[in-house]
């Protein structure tokens, strides 16, 4: 079976709370470098950029490595069973929860994890170790957040797998 993979959870944050008390407290809105991008930010775009504007005011907009750990977002994978548990084994430490469908042999799983642990995932999930159905599963996700705007894998390219299909991610860097 072809697995359907889809996000289903996004961050949602209370900016006018958050931006009402760090501006008093700060001196300063978190929120102006993202506020005056030309781009149009994702809520985790933006919150990150604030983030990182917390401590330096002159951070520029984009997604800080070191913050990844605050934005959380949910998929839902519905998939052939063995290829399922493989993305869990991936997976390390992202909670899921995961059940049986009325076709025989195939999980519906919901994963929720940070954008670090699923920059981490994807790279674990994309080798050429893994199975083609792992791989596409991973590949999609990777897909998903860049289509909304979200790139975390900028230190990897990808490279056609044997399959024709999916790919494998290769860190630039040589590591």
Known sequence: MQPEIRIIQRPDVDFSTYLAVAMKVLGHSPASAADASPHCLTAASRFLSCLSAMKDPEAGVGLNPKLLAHVMYGV?????????????????????????TIAGGVLLAIMSGSLAQWKLAVVSGSTFEMSPGVRYVFNQIQKQFQSEGINLWTDYRQRQAADQVTFLLEDKRGR
């Open 76 to 100: 839902l994978i519905v998939a052939d069973e063995p290829d399922v548990l493989d993305v869990m084994e991936c997976t390390g430490g992202i909670p899921f929860v995961t059940t049986e």
